[in-house]
């Protein structure tokens, strides 16, 4: 089956005629509630790529989706379907809190690294009982991930409302993070090229630590012998037994892995924007991760392109929020069918495609 | 009105807001949905009354998580609208930054105090209404048990527990009060399932009277009460008319008045804390045709009684949050 269809069909075709497939659904959704979805695109898209403030925000979603992304993509090449995403990042910002919090910080730079550290830590520790579980036990990982995003958000809940709620305040929410941890925005960091990015978007410079982690994957998963290992276990686990790989060992290796680039989403979302811990922060990104990986083939290059379509797609639905009479169970609705036809039915596309493309080389043969 | 027009209408108030000019007020909706028959929609209430008045539009929001509370303030302070009114006191550390960006604009916080130049703060005394729901609750019960349902465990609720419980006990010192939270995230305040089950709970304890004060959870509450044939009462909106002749009395809570009068002042909106209470009708008891027949002539005296006591000072109701304790349980 693999050479059936050329490789750009198989890496741009296919999510392109899925993107398209969504939209049309989506549009005719918003054809049946009486608004119009010309006018909704074009307020997606001058909301979400219009001005700098749009950009800034479409970005900080989109780091967000570069490290789930990458996390789900490092698993899936040892064929580990890690859906904890969402409880890794939960679980990274508690440590990124912690970090920020214990020490009065004197300047970003010194906090950064040990937010950085602390958050793999705590995501990568969140995906290390699964992963043994995996690994030792055979307990599906699909199933302990999932459920362990049930208990990290539980525990976080706990957390916040008992322990780190700070005396007199009613919102289940950490202390403001000192002065010291707030870390240079776009605006911020532009400015000295004397380019005026909006100063109220989020954006920060994690983005630049996305771009980073996801040349660090590419190294990793292609020009590394732990990568090569991740991989061939992926392929074939009795071929890689036979080649002398311990299955025990990849699996934790890649989900820790795995976990700790999940963690890091909260450098940018706890550290970066909110700048304190508050329930609910990874809003999801750790399953929109899952659809982001699909899409961008578990390639690095890929996920960072897909990571933006779905920064576009949040930032739009925000603006379609704000601006519009279209209600916000709808805009899920519309976020939704995006990540089932690029994610959920990637197969509905490709089998047909693919009997397309068997067809024109039988004629051509 | 078209989404075009909406369009336009959205690229006018950032053309606006460029020139310094005021434009549209905002409303911004708190987590338990602008239809949640309580609290929200309450606000939501205000601000309608007030564009059917006036006939100008103004923009409004419901949040989908806590995440993105600054982004809604901070999208509608950039596009210039004024004032912005928010319902709910999650919103106070929030607007403690965005405030301060944006001191050009005025906002209104409801249920929290935000100690700044360009925000109102509008909060209500809560437990004097309670108080009076209390002593009717005691008055119609037969069992001598009545109920507490409260939405997150948060000292706000609790001054509604605290004042109720007062109210029964000042009617009748041997009744008991059942208080259950029905959980401790922004999440309790649109659960009418778990308010179903919590109400049921309390019944199976005796409980004949339940009064909810957990937003949209409420709905959950007032419909099983209504299913097992007890008597409830409703919050914030007046909720007599979801099961008229088996809600005894709503404690409303003019959140439509402050966003209302919010709306009308516009970019004049007067800053400062403001405390709503019985004396300026802030907080009170609902009594209309749905409910005419469970409130007797000698319910209503004693609770006019009580209230003309509590503005001239002569029964003072213990406020939950100024101490975090309850002198009755």
Same mark, same amino acid.
């Not at chain 1, 064929?79 to 859906?83: A, C, G, Q, R, T």
């Not at chain 1, 322990?163 to 007199?168: A, D, E, I, L, T």
């Not at chain 2, 959980?183 to 922004?186: A, E, H, N, S």
């Given at each position: 089956m693999r050479d059936v269809m050329p490789k750009w069909a198989d890496v741009v075709l296919i999510p392109l005629i899925s993107l398209v497939l969504a939209f049309l659904l989506s549009a005719v959704v918003i054809i049946a509630i009486g608004e119009d979805p010309v006018a909704a695109v074009k307020m997606m898209v001058t909301g979400a790529l219009g001005s700098t403030y749009a950009w800034g925000y479409t970005l900080y979603y989109a780091t967000n989706f570069i490290f789930t992304g990458l996390a789900v993509a490092v698993a899936f090449h040892a064929?580990?379907?890690?859906?904890g995403g969402e409880g890794q990042a939960t679980l990274g910002g508690l440590g990124v809190a912690l970090v920020c919090l214990a020490l009065p910080w004197p300047h970003w730079t010194l906090a950064l690294p040990a937010a950085v550290i602390g958050a793999a830590l705590f995501g990568a520790a969140w995906a290390a009982i699964p992963a043994w579980l995996q690994a030792k036990r055979g307990s599906h990982i699909v199933i302990t991930t999932i459920m362990f995003n049930f208990i990290g958000a539980a525990v976080l809940n706990y957390l916040l409302v008992?322990?780190?709620?700070?005396?007199?305040?009613?919102?289940p929410a950490t202390a403001k993070f000192p002065n010291g941890t707030h870390l240079p925005t776009l605006h911020d960091l532009l400015a000295p090229f004397g380019i005026a990015f909006s100063r109220a978007a989020p954006a920060n410079i994690s983005f630049l630590i996305a771009v980073a982690a996801c040349i660090l994957v590419y190294l990793l998963i292609w020009r590394t012998r732990l990568g090569y290992e991740i991989r061939a276990q992926g392929h074939s686990e009795p071929a890689a037994i036979y080649a002398g790989i311990r299955p025990v060992r990849i699996v934790m290796a890649a989900m820790l892995i795995s976990g700790a680039l999940a963690g890091l989403m909260a450098v940018n979302n706890v550290m970066g924007e909110a700048e304190r811990l508050v329930l609910n922060s990874v809003e999801g990104a750790g399953f929109i991760g899952i659809a982001v990986a699909l899409m961008g083939r578990s390639h690095p290059f890929g996920v960072f392109l897909a990571a933006i379509l779905f920064g576009f797609l949040y930032q739009g639905g925000a603006e379609l929020a704000l601006w519009t009479d279209i209600p916000r169970e709808l805009i899920v609705v519309i976020q939704a069918l995006v990540i089932l036809f690029t994610?959920?039915?990637d197969n509905m596309v490709r089998m047909p495609l693919e009997r397309l493309f068997l067809g024109l080389r039988k004629g051509r043969a | 009105m078209t989404l075009m027009q909406k369009l336009l209408g959205a690229g006018a108030a950032l053309a606006v807001s460029a020139g310094g000019a005021l434009a549209e007020p905002a409303m911004v909706y708190d987590l338990g949905g602008k239809f949640d028959k309580s609290f929200n929609e309450a606000a939501f209430g205000g601000a309608e009354k007030w564009k059917a008045e006036t006939g100008e539009s103004y923009r409004e929001i419901e949040l989908q998580s806590e995440a993105q509370r600054e982004q809604a303030l901070r999208r509608f302070a950039e596009a210039g609208l004024n004032p912005i009114v928010m319902a709910g006191f999650a919103f106070g550390s929030v607007l403690e930054e965005v405030a301060a960006d944006y001191p050009d604009t005025k906002f209104q916080i409801i249920d929290m105090v935000v100690d700044a130049p360009n925000v109102r703060s509008i909060v209500f005394s809560e437990h004097e209404g309670s108080y009076l729901v209390g002593m009717m609750a005691a008055m119609a019960s037969e069992s001598n048990t009545v109920g507490f349902i409260g939405g997150m465990d948060i000292p706000l609720i609790r001054k509604f527990a605290c004042g109720y419980a007062q109210g029964v006990k000042a009617v009748n010192p041997d009744a008991t009060v059942i208080q259950n939270m029905t %959980? #401790?995230?922004?999440a309790a305040w649109n659960d009418p399932v778990k308010g179903g089950e919590l109400t049921r709970a309390q019944i199976s304890q005796g409980a004949d009277v339940i009064y909810a004060?957990?937003? %949209? #959870?409420g709905v959950g509450v007032l419909q099983t009460a209504a299913d097992e044939g007890i008597l409830s009462i409703g919050v914030?909106?007046?909720?007599?008319?979801?099961h008229p002749g088996q809600v005894l009395t709503s404690m409303v809570k003019r959140v439509d008045v402050a966003v209302y009068n919010a709306f009308k002042a516009g970019a004049d909106l007067e800053t400062g804390i403001f405390v709503l209470g019985l004396a300026e009708d802030g907080v009170g008891y609902a009594v209309d045709e749905h409910n005419a027949d469970l409130v007797t002539e000698e319910m209503q005296a004693a609770v006019e009684d009580a209230k003309a006591k509590i503005i001239a000072g002569e029964i003072a109701v213990h406020d939950y949050m100024s101490d975090n304790t309850c002198p009755v349980k």
């Open positions: 064929k580990l379907f890690n859906i008992n322990v780190m709620r700070p005396v007199g305040s009613m919102d994610g959920a039915l | %959980g #401790t995230t922004p004060a957990a937003g %949209g #959870t914030d909106s007046n909720q007599n008319y979801l």
